[in-house]
């Protein structure tokens, strides 16, 4: 057999939600011109690639464009294939090494825990072309490694936003993560989206690297340490945060494998 490319949907049990990406457990190590090629034919937010190493996995994450420093759902889904397809058994941790350190998984109860670096903001000054691309009011504009942090004023105003793309494009910070408390009546305790056309994706579906800035954000805010939050896109997702003051966040959801097939080409 050849090699195997699996397609796993993250933070949702559900097919056809949450946010695809392709999972490649390499036979072989590939260049990343390769990595890059297939990442683009996979044509998802990300498509994670995975080396065996003596006691865990290296890890890279591609976007159609880009190689990615760091990415939630991806990693998410490369442990879920790791346990499902037999690389690890279910009771063993999945350890990554990767552009960010040290990354670790564990599965719980069908909820896979990931253990991230969490991601501070800082307090901005946006330029006045953020509000104009955005084209709704906002409370307050942060800064972080991945982005804009923008807090608008309603849920509603997170699910209705449609950015303007191509004027977000031409800012110096192109990425934006929008959040908003819920209605009192939800069961979760903050929305958001993610916006990132400077990554290749205006949207991207469920973003894990968001919620480490996010898990800072509202825990200052609402002085707790535990979340269940949902990303708002068309696709939807859900987010277990747990994050206690320290340097690491910590992020919990589902997978479901909804496709996989063997790649015809394994070279450059």
């Known amino acids: 057999m050849g090699q195997i490319i699996t397609q796993v949907d993250a933070f949702t049990n559900t097919p056809f939600t949450g946010n695809p990406a392709a999972v490649c457990v ?9 990595m890059q090629n297939i990442a683009q034919e996979m044509n998802l937010s990300e498509t994670a690639f995975l080396v065996r190493q003596d006691d865990g996995f290296n890890l890279r994450w591609f976007t159609p464009t880009v ?5 939630g759902h991806a990693t998410l889904a490369s442990a879920h294939v790791l346990w499902s397809e037999g690389h690890l058994s279910p009771d063993e941790v999945a350890r990554f090494y990767t552009k960010s350190g040290v990354l670790i998984a564990k599965l719980q109860d069908e909820w896979i825990e990931l253990d991230f670096p969490v991601n501070h903001s800082q307090v901005t000054v946006a330029p006045p072309e953020l509000k104009q691309a955005l084209g709704v009011p906002y409370k307050s504009v942060l800064q972080n490694s991945l982005g804009y942090l ?3 004023e309603s849920e509603e105003l997170v699910r209705q936003i449609q950015p303007n793309f191509q004027l977000l494009k ?10 908003s408390l819920t209605d009192s009546d939800s069961q979760y305790d903050f929305v958001s989206r993610f916006f990132a056309p400077g990554l290749g994706i205006n949207e991207d579906p469920v973003t894990g690297a968001a919620h480490c800035c996010l898990a800072w954000f509202w825990r200052d805010r609402l002085h707790k340490d535990r ?5 708002a896109s068309s696709r939807g997702g859900v987010v277990k945060v747990y994050y206690d003051g320290g340097d690491r966040a910590f992020l919990a959801g589902q997978a479901v494998t909804v496709l996989g097939g063997e790649l015809f080409t394994t070279s450059t």
Do not use: G, K, M, N
């Open 26 to 34: 390499l036979l072989t190590p590939q260049d990343e011109r390769w």
């Open 67 to 71: 190689e990615v420093p760091l990415c």
């Open 150 to 152: 923008v807090q608008l």
């Open 170 to 179: 031409t800012l110096p910070i192109s990425d934006v993560i929008v959040t």
């Open 227 to 231: 979340f269940l939050a949902y990303q």
